[in-house]
């Protein structure tokens, strides 16, 4: 017998006991998604205020709260979805960009030269995508009736439940930024004097670079002042200060990028105010707008890098960091031709920069981790596709912003008080995603967490305004059914899993690398190399933790004084480590530098494989042909050494000042070396077009005086150093310290104090000591302020008066090395921040601070300087341009 249906259905109160524990359920999931919400923004606040928190979230504990933050907005996106069966698009097109915006880097990922790099940097953009639609599918859970109802009904009348929380976190967001701007003035005003850029002041605080910050402050600037635009009550002042504040922190953070953007951020307001006015409020607007434009320049201004920027080009010159610029984006654009499509890959930048650097850039712009330029820099790691997209989704916000503009002007629409805040919303969003845009240009910030946070934040809160204003456009993707959900809900937690799998060996490699550092610190060596070398074993991909146990290891073994078969093995652990650092980075010019110098004693002929790399990558880096002379030498190829020696001589023309060529294997060579040195010198003169040869420029930038000419001081001073016949010299073409000192030499004391009153700045300290020198008794006490370390040396030295004596008689060990190489590059900061070459290098202190001979450093806009380099390499070496490993 067949039972009755209706015995099959749940009674009333069966129903009404499911219902209760649904509830249940519900309010349960519901406070874990809060929870899980409030950690990621706890998160972003955190780097947002956290001093150097660029630095910081690439160690440990900093780099798991950060994972665990966006592993947080992945899963209260999941637990929203739980609750409301349904996946909310961002509308207006938005979706499908940000779907061909993950196929492009995944597609860029697979096909990358270094594809674990790259999965890391996917694995972080998927991190931003949960907080993204986490983000929309709570604004969207608040919209309502946006798809019915009358003209006035659309938008302006309902969404009320949206337009609150926008404010919400408008409000939070301007308000976190007028803190982060007082904590940024607070860190930066005792320490302003040390981060000094030449003449001008910059502020790196708090996110660890000024040019960060400045994107940071540029992003929360526009929404602070609609925040007070929009209020009519005692907290308009409040905003509108805040505002002040913040546009006072961007300026003295000196960046370029953020300048331009406040500038941009002025025109577009008077643009936006003059269209919003007609008849004859459209020309008081005009008159007022004016004088805002004015204003803005003027503030902009007041840093003394924009007049810089503004006085080079005036002056004949161009701003050396523009020329940095230029050779980066010249860069990025041989990167990109390698991989038109797809790119190089994300995060691959840095490992293949250096085989593309252009040669004509001299060291301008050498061994950098991003391109300054976003487009670029998206070009360049993601191809076509990637940068495709970019335009794309920057056109689709533009367009949502500028329909939302007129809709807000329309009629009824305009007047009514929810419809005003809301417009007010939009200013602060198109004024920061414009001032962003604008800045970005100069720069490459997205993965930096503050800013990153912001873009997605001010992304979703526009398409939440596009649905609620514009229903008609916002229905397609405006959801998936119900039928789908549950692969929609399986396709998160994968995602979720996959970035808790990428990220948990280099979040442990991580912690591991800070227990070895303390132990390393506490002296239990022992436990350092377990520790470390266990680190190294976790991202095999990564060559930072091998190069950084070298580095730690030959710190070591300079401090060991009496146990030489010690010192041998730690050496020896040294080399085998470096050397996977070098096989899994066989392009950076620094590792293969380090390599050749560690291995120089036990290996040569390893050494000058190594030396020769990275004079390929690097041609004009000081110092490293010396070394390669040397490992040639220990070779017994003493015609290699030779030219190696005169390359170095003409790329450093000082080091043949150095105390080494009188007491060392060297002496011997050192004629043969000197005679290639000075033909290098008159073959690159000679082949220089008159203009050029009289006139060269200093530091990147044009010279002062037009008749400066580096090289030629390089060549006359060499002579005159090994008593060689000067011939006919001009003294107007050297700089003040060096006429000088010929002056002195040739006994025309008077004349050479004439001289010495006109040195620029920089020159200071030459021509002190060059007149302490001339009257010892008369000048000595300018000495005064010499730095202690030397102060007695140089003066007992004033007792000396053959001037090439003096200027040989106190020498110095110097040692060249690489500052941040975990910060910028390889995206580490357990190890040592500044880790110094092996080998050092006796210098002659008194010539380095008369600055007798200028280098390489001189030449970063002197394309002719460069090649006459690598063509001599070719020529005397036969080192041709590095092929890709």
């Not at 266990?534 to 300079?558: E, H, I, S």
Request: contains cysteine; glycine residues 10%.
């Amino acid at each position: 017998m067949n039972p009755d249906p209706s015995e099959l259905e749940p009674t009333g109160s069966s129903r009404q006991v499911e219902s209760t524990a649904h509830s249940s359920q519900g309010v349960a999931w519901t406070a874990v998604g809060r929870i899980a919400a409030g950690f990621g923004l706890l998160m972003v606040v955190l780097f947002t205020v956290l001093p150097n928190s660029y630095g910081q979230m690439v160690r440990w504990p900093w780099v798991a709260v950060w994972q665990l933050g966006f592993l947080s907005f992945g899963l209260w996106g999941l637990l929203q979805l739980r609750a409301q069966q349904s996946l909310r698009g961002l509308g207006n097109g938005l979706d499908w960009v940000a779907g061909l915006g993950l196929l492009s880097l995944v597609l860029s990922a697979l096909f990358a030269s270094y594809v674990q790099p790259a999965v890391w940097y996917v694995v972080m953009a998927c991190g931003y995508a949960a907080m993204l639609y986490s983000l929309n599918q709570w604004f969207s859970s608040s919209e309502t009736g946006a798809q019915t109802g009358t003209e006035i009904d659309i938008g302006a009348q309902t969404g009320a439940g949206a337009s609150s929380q926008r404010q919400r976190l408008l409000e939070l967001m301007g308000g976190l930024g007028i803190l982060t701007s007082l904590e940024s003035l607070i860190l930066w005003w005792p320490i302003r004097e040390t981060l000094q850029d030449g003449d001008a002041l910059v502020n790196p605080m708090p996110l660890g670079h000024h040019n960060l910050t400045a994107g940071y402050l540029g992003l929360v600037l526009a929404v602070v002042l609609a925040l007070g635009v929009q209020r009519r009550d005692h907290w308009r002042w409040a905003w509108l200060s805040g505002g002040g504040l913040v546009g006072t922190a961007l300026i003295v953070t000196g960046s370029r990028g953020g300048i331009l953007g406040l500038l941009a951020l002025a025109v577009a307001a008077a643009l936006v105010s003059i269209l919003s006015h007609s008849g004859k409020h459209r020309w008081r607007v005009i008159g007022f707008s004016g004088l805002m434009l004015v204003g803005a320049i003027g503030f902009a201004l007041s840093s003394p890098r924009a007049q810089r920027m503004v006085s080079a080009p005036l002056s004949g010159g161009l701003d050396g960091n523009i020329v940095f610029r230029f050779v980066t984006i010249q860069t990025g654009l041989r990167l990109w031709q390698t991989s038109p499509v797809t790119g190089i890959g994300p995060g691959n930048t840095f490992r293949l920069y250096d085989l593309y650097h252009p040669i004509e850039a001299g060291q301008t712009a050498s061994n950098v981790q991003q391109m300054h330029c976003t487009p670029v820099h998206l070009l360049a790691e993601l191809g076509l596709l990637g940068f495709g997209v970019y335009l794309l989704w920057i056109v689709l916000l533009a367009r949502l912003w500028g329909r939302l503009w007129a809709r807000l002007h329309q009629g009824p629409i305009a007047n009514l008080e929810r419809a005003q805040r809301d417009l007010w919303q939009l200013y602060g969003i198109g004024g920061g995603l414009l001032i962003y845009i604008v800045s970005s240009l100069t720069d490459f910030q997205l993965e930096n967490i503050p800013i990153s946070s912001l873009l997605v934040a001010l992304t979703v809160m526009l398409a939440s305004l596009g649905r609620q204003y514009l229903p008609a456009d916002s229905a397609i993707g405006r959801f998936i059914p119900q039928p789908r959900q549950r692969l929609v809900n399986l396709v998160v937690i994968g995602g979720l899993l996959v970035m808790l799998l990428v990220w948990l060996p280099v979040t442990q490699a991580m912690y591991l690398g800070q227990q070895a550092v303390a132990n390393f610190r506490r002296n239990d060596l022992q436990g350092f190399y377990s520790q470390w070398s266990k680190a190294g074993q976790l991202v095999p991909w990564d060559p930072y933790y091998d190069f950084q146990l070298a580095a730690y290891l030959q710190l070591l073994r300079n401090g060991i004084t009496n146990d030489d078969a010690l010192k041998q093995d730690l050496n020896r652990i040294a080399i085998q480590y470096m050397g996977y650092a070098v096989q899994t980075a066989p392009n950076d010019a620094f590792f293969n530098e380090y390599l050749g110098r560690l291995i120089l004693d036990q290996n040569p002929k390893r050494a000058v494989e190594s030396l020769t790399r990275a004079v390929q990558l690097q041609p004009l880096t000081p110092l490293t042909y010396y070394h390669l002379g040397q490992a040639e030498l220990a070779s017994g190829q003493r015609e290699r050494a030779v030219a190696a020696y005169a390359l170095e001589s003409f790329v450093n023309p000082g080091v043949l000042t150095a105390p080494v060529w009188s007491s060392s294997a060297q002496a011997a060579l050192y004629p043969a070396v000197l005679e290639q040195s000075l033909n290098l010198h008159e073959q690159f003169l000679a082949g220089l077009p008159p203009a050029r040869n009289a006139t060269a420029p200093s530091s990147g930038q044009v010279a002062a005086a037009a008749t400066y000419n580096p090289i030629y001081q390089d060549w006359v001073l060499l002579r005159w150093f090994n008593q060689r016949p000067l011939g006919e010299i001009d003294l107007n073409r050297l700089n003040p310290t060096a006429h000088a000192l010929l002056l002195l030499d040739a006994g025309k004391t008077a004349e050479a104090l004439r001289v010495l009153e006109q040195v620029p700045p920089e020159l200071e300290l030459g021509a002190k000591l060059l007149r302490a020198w001339s009257n010892p008794k008369r000048y000595g006490q300018e000495l005064a302020a010499y730095p202690e370390d030397n102060r007695e040396q140089v003066l007992a030295s004033l007792q000396i008066r053959d001037l090439r004596l003096w200027l040989r008689s106190i020498d110095t060990r110097s040692a060249r090395g690489l500052g941040d190489i975990g910060y910028f590059g390889y995206r580490n900061t357990t190890g040592m921040t500044d880790v110094p070459l092996p080998l050092y290098f006796n210098s002659c202190v008194l010539v380095e601070q008369l600055q007798l001979f200028p280098t390489s450093q001189a030449f970063q806009d002197f394309p002719a300087y460069a090649r006459f380099v690598v063509a001599a390499q070719a020529e005397l070496l036969g080192i041709g341009r590095p092929a890709p490993v």
